[in-house]
């Protein structure tokens, strides 16, 4: 939870919701839905864009974790 709301570094922000939305568990989303409601708006945004960047893949397509 510290390196989702990591307070010093907004890369460490963005690229930590990237492991618990690829592996697609409920406990991985649990963690990253509490992480966004404690979250201030920037967080909140790093946040959302490392969730959508895992889900998106890295050539553009659907990763097999959005399936």
């Known amino acids: ?3 989702l709301l990591d307070v010093e570094d907004s890369a ?3 690229r930590t919701p990237e492991a ?3 592996v697609g568990t ?3 989303a649990r963690l990253i839905a509490v992480a966004g ?3 201030d708006d920037s967080q909140a945004d ?3 864009t490392g969730v959508r960047d895992a889900l998106a893949g890295t050539d553009g397509g659907p ?3 959005a399936d």
């Open 12 to 14: 460490v922000t963005r």
């Open 20 to 22: 618990p939305a690829r």
């Open 37 to 39: 409601a404690e979250a």
């Open 1 to 3: 939870m510290r390196l």
């Open 26 to 28: 409920v406990a991985a």
């Open 46 to 48: 790093w946040i959302q």
């Open 63 to 65: 990763d097999a974790a």
